[in-house]
C-alpha cells in the first residue's frame, strides 16, 4: 500500500509540473515554441511580480529580472538588463495580459499559427514553516 502510495504521489507531482504544457495551445511540430514557453514558465516559477508596459514583458523574482520583447521578428529574453537571447524566430506580434495570479501570453507567427498560454505563478507573502 506504502508503494502505491508513493507511486500515486511521482505520478500526481508529474502530472502537475507538465499539465501547463499540454493545456498550451502550441503547434506539436514546433519545438521552438514549446521551448519559448517552457522557459517562460520556469522564469515564473519564482516570479514576485508581473509588468507588461511598452510591449515588454517583466517577470521580477528575488535574484532576477526577466524581460521579454519583439525586435526584428524575434521574441528576445533578457535578464537583469543585460545581453539577450533569441528565444523564437518569425513572430509578427506578442502580446501579454497579465492578472493577480499570472499572464495570458499570445504570440503570432509570420505563418500565421498562434502560440496562446496562461502561465500561473504564487507569490509567498509569509513563511509557510516556521523556522
Not at 499539465?19 to 503547434?27: A, C, I
Not at 521552438?32 to 519559448?36: G, K, M, N, S, V
Not at 502580446?95 to 497579465?98: I, L, P, S, Y
Given at each position: 500500500m506504502i508503494i502505491t502510495l508513493?507511486?500515486?504521489?511521482?505520478?500526481a507531482l508529474a502530472a502537475a509540473k507538465f499539465?501547463?504544457?499540454?493545456?498550451?495551445?502550441?503547434?506539436a511540430p514546433d519545438t521552438?515554441?514549446?521551448?519559448?514557453v517552457q522557459q517562460m514558465e520556469e522564469d515564473m516559477q519564482t516570479a514576485q511580480?508581473?509588468?507588461y508596459e511598452k510591449q515588454r514583458f517583466y517577470i521580477e523574482s528575488r535574484q532576477n529580472t526577466y524581460e521579454y520583447f519583439m525586435s526584428n521578428g524575434r521574441v528576445v529574453r533578457r535578464v537583469d538588463n543585460e545581453g539577450f537571447e533569441i528565444m523564437l524566430q518569425g513572430a509578427s506580434a506578442f502580446?501579454?495580459?497579465?492578472g493577480d495570479y499570472g499572464a495570458d501570453v499570445e504570440v503570432i507567427l509570420n505563418d500565421g499559427q498562434y502560440?496562446?498560454?496562461?502561465?500561473?505563478?504564487?507569490?509567498?507573502?509569509?513563511?509557510?514553516?516556521?523556522?
Open positions: 508513493l507511486l500515486f504521489s511521482l505520478w499539465s501547463s504544457l499540454l493545456l498550451t495551445d502550441v503547434p521552438e515554441a514549446r521551448l519559448f511580480s508581473l509588468t502580446f501579454v495580459e497579465t502560440i496562446q498560454s496562461f502561465l500561473s505563478y504564487h507569490t509567498a507573502t509569509k513563511k509557510l514553516f516556521p523556522s
